[in-house]
Nanobody
Framework: QVRLVESGGGLVQPGGSLRLSCAAS????????MGWFRQAPGYEREFVAS????????YYADFVKGRFTISRDTAKNTVYLQMNSLKPEDTAVYYC???????????????WGQGTQVTVSS
């Protein structure tokens, strides 16, 4: 079992930045690929970014390329999502998830956090 707890969400103005964190506990964090997904009201959950166990393979959704950066710190059992140049359409609940292999679809992930709200508004 892996327990995931997200933090770092909040209210930010358009063009601003936030860094989300996802702290993992339980089984070895380093053996899991990690991903970030988001879900806005009335919309399905969508892929944002993922990173492989060693951090070598990284994937982004097209709509965040050049703005968001995923990273992981094995010593701290934490994965991050640095979000820059935020737009109102980035408003959503952001979830981190753990999988055996790096993936871009939600059904490949076995463990999920409870989510953290990100609101981009002036």
């Amino acid at each position: 079992q892996v327990r995931l707890v997200e933090s770092g969400g909040g209210l930010v103005q358009p063009g601003g930045s936030l860094r989300l964190s996802c702290a993992a506990s339980g089984r070895s964090f380093s053996s899991y690929a990690m991903g970030w997904f988001r879900q806005a009201p009335g919309y399905e959950r969508e892929f944002v970014a993922s990173i492989s166990t060693g951090g070598v393979s990284i994937y982004y959704a097209d709509f965040v390329k050049g703005r968001f950066t995923i990273s992981r710190d094995t010593a701290k059992n934490t994965v991050y999502l640095q979000m820059n140049s935020l737009k109102p359409e980035d408003t959503a609940v952001y979830y981190c998830a753990a999988a055996a292999l790096v993936a871009t679809v939600s059904h490949d992930y076995d463990y999920w956090g409870q989510g953290t709200q990100v609101t981009v508004s002036s």
